[in-house]
């Protein structure tokens, strides 16, 4: 299982904005883009997913922009990548495109292989992700001491 690039860009942006998160001010796309090297076209659409998913909210005017809907530590990477990613196939669905037996038992291995992924998605948050980046950041500047 890989991390689509939307998923990935979407992520950048809403760490982004969790970092930002105690200011209580918006952050326009061109700033995110520009601090996240994200194609600021491409993030205007994720940013418009994002917002319909209830994940961020977006304000008018010259001081606009997005901001996290909810806390980063209420924010679980699961919401963020399903969101961005729709949701998996039913298992009903798995069954009727099975062409034989193998395929059946391959495809069941498959979802059990997509469910223990959501565990793991479904244990991190934005806020989560900001410490791990946080504490690698220490180490890489104690490294170069």
């Known amino acids: 299982m890989e991390l689509s690039c939307k998923s990935e860009y979407a992520l950048l942006a809403l760490l982004e904005l969790a ?22 076209r491409y993030l205007e659409q994720l940013l418009a997913t994002l917002r319909r998913s209830g994940l961020v909210r977006s304000q008018r005017g010259a001081r606009g922009g997005y901001i996290l809907a909810r806390e980063p530590w209420k924010i679980t990477l699961l919401e963020v990548v399903s969101s961005i990613e729709g949701t998996d196939i039913q298992p009903s669905e798995l069954d009727r495109e099975a062409k034989s037996l193998e395929g059946l038992v ?25 410490e791990k980046r946080n504490s690698r950041q220490q180490l890489d500047l104690m490294y170069y001491i």
Do not use: M, N
């Open 19 to 40: 970092d930002h998160y105690s200011e209580h001010e918006p952050l326009q796309i061109r700033q995110i883009a520009a601090e996240q090297s994200i194609p600021d």
């Open 106 to 130: 391959i495809r069941e291995v498959w979802h059990e292989a997509g469910r223990a992924a959501d565990a793991v998605l479904q244990k991190y948050t934005l806020q989560d992700l900001a």
